[in-house]
């Protein structure tokens, strides 16, 4: 574990929930998801540091998170199918107590993701809206607001559907680093190969 002020994706975050630390990549989705509604940037973060951290205990929920900011993604863009999978998957994963060990009120969430995917069943009747996480756990939603800076003023608030990049992030974004770091390994692998010939 790292020192919480530097703000990296391993570092042990706040105390809630009865003393529960959560994770500063946590909290970081919450505030992507819930004041900025970039829930591209959830996946992100949340997938970064599940990945760093294999076998925590609450592995399955992040996953259910991801897929929820996923889903979210997917029913801005239109992807109604993928919205559905992804949907389906989260409520799957942030049931029996996952959800509400990250001070998330459980079965408040679960009666939202229900209702919703009620609604995806209707493509030709579905309109988009936002959907919150409803927080259980107080301190959690101080260290969101504290995290959040400027951003907290837009918490709750409906997505800009008139930005482009929120909207289409992960076709816009800039990939330069990826094609780099896959082009490097390339290489790599390629100069094995010719190491054990």
Known sequence: MTDNSNGTADSPG??????????????????????????????????????????????????????LAVSLYHQRRGNLAGAVKMLSGAIRRLGSGAAAELGIAEVELQRLMGARLVELGDP?????????????????????????GASWERW?????????????????????GVVEERERQRKQRQEKRGEGA
């Open 124 to 148: 030709a009747a579905f309109v988009y809206a936002d959907l919150d996480i409803p927080l259980a756990d107080q301190a959690l939603l101080r260290a969101c607001e504290e995290t959040s």
């Open 14 to 67: 706040l105390s809630g929930n009865g003393g529960r630390r959560y994770p500063d990549a946590y909290v970081r989705y919450l505030v992507h998801f819930h004041a900025e509604r970039d829930y591209f940037e959830c996946h992100e973060v949340l997938e970064e540091y599940w990945k760093e951290h294999p076998g925590e205990a609450d592995g399955e929920a992040y996953v259910g998170l991801i897929q």
């Open 156 to 176: 709750g608030q409906p997505s800009d559907l008139s930005d482009r990049y929120l909207i289409h992030k992960h076709t816009l974004r800039d990939r330069s």
